[in-house]
């Protein structure tokens, strides 16, 4: 655990304010998901999936009060940590309300595998407690199963929808893509871990060129995610 | 755990049924809470709120996973027992909707109060484990206290309110009771569970004497809990 890149997030280094982003980022990111699945459990078709999805939604908060704590930790005021992504990420959620109960399943698999990668990419130049606790809060492997089976079957019970279902998916990215290139533009420090991570790969292209590597890595990420709920991209 | 009355709930006693009803009961009145909850929070005044009452719904979440497990081990499905509970829970939700940060306090310090004394009062007669399960899941000290301090605060700096949130709780325990003497009216097993407790009191009394006595002793504790808000009865 004391191994691994010099920076800590309390030293005043550019990696150290990109931590104190991305945890405040990924702390509103699990509130405000918390909030979402809340609300679209109501369109769940029977008890059963209410309590699914009930459940997903308090591990979402499970994660922010974890990633709170590590921000108190810090010696940061998690809210104001939190602060600067709160438009973005609203603008997100209010640009993709899902219609019903199968967009709402959708959306969360597809928000939670675009995050995921995200925060994977930008976590990886973070110091290794940071590291760590985002990759934890990351791995919900049973939910993302849950929720491709239900689209798989209802795709498979009616095939018509798949094209809908995929053209939603396609909106989710395209809306995810834009609030992030925002946020990259507004906050330099965190854009600059996502950056320096591009960079390995290829030391001579400039930061927008490394941003737009990874963008295109997302959505081929995205497609995969795709075909594992039976989806075209 | 093995000693107390010879009742199980795998037994099909009227305690026994009296007891699925209690889990169930309890159980959809916990997933239910946990949505308005969550809905209630987007009416909190800052972030820091948000992520408490999101922390309380969570808590909510969890009881409501206990008691399904517990459903589930006495080979009930969860759902068949929530269901006869849906109708009276959705119409006391749906007849009391915050319309503010501070009704919505209020009514989940007033609303769990209730069903608290409610649940208490039926679980004496339930099966060990039961009981234990109830009292385990009722008891949430810090976010009575959380609540009635920020409740105290607002009437502080404004003591116009006083009155207004005291009749707004009056509206919130009216309500109750008048979806528990439907639920008392329409589940004979669980009323039996509650008239029997109150029986012990005076064995002479009849069912709807018992049964109003323990409404005047609900009564009574919502007064102490309004007294510990800052309001009047």
């Known amino acids: 655990m004391t191994s691994g890149p010099a920076q800590t997030p309390s ?14 980022l990924l702390a509103y990111a699990e509130l405000v998901s918390f909030f979402r699945l809340a609300d679209d459990a109501e369109l769940a078709p029977s008890l059963a999936d209410k309590g699914e999805l009930a459940g997903f939604a308090a591990t979402e908060q499970g994660h922010y009060q974890r990633l709170h704590d590590r921000l108190v930790e810090l010696g940061v005021a998690p809210e104001a940590a939190m602060e600067p992504f709160v438009a973005p990420l609203d603008a997100w959620h209010a640009r993709t ?3 019903s109960w199968l967009e709402s399943l959708v959306k969360a698999y597809v928000g939670d595998g675009i995050a995921g990668d995200f925060y994977r990419q930008v976590a990886v ?8 606790l985002v990759t ?3 791995s919900e492997e049973g939910r993302a199963g849950f929720i491709a089976k239900k689209v798989q079957q209802a795709v498979a019970d009616d095939p018509k929808l798949a094209g809908r279902l995929a053209l939603w998916a396609r909106r989710l990215v395209g809306e995810a893509l834009s609030q992030a290139q925002r ?5 330099p420090h965190l854009a600059a871990l996502l950056v320096t991570e591009g960079a390995e790969d290829n030391a001579e292209s400039g930061d927008l060129a490394a941003v737009s590597r990874i963008f295109a890595r997302l959505t081929d990420a995205h497609s995969a995610r795709l075909k594992a709920m039976g989806l075209s991209s």
Chains 1, 2 share one sequence.
């Open 136 to 138: 934890g809060v990351l």
């Open 97 to 99: 309300e899902p219609q």
């Open 11 to 24: 030293e005043d280094t550019t990696a150290a304010r990109g931590v104190v982003d991305l945890l405040g």
């Open 183 to 187: 946020v990259a533009a507004e906050r």
């Open 125 to 132: 130049l973070a110091d290794d407690e940071t590291r760590e």
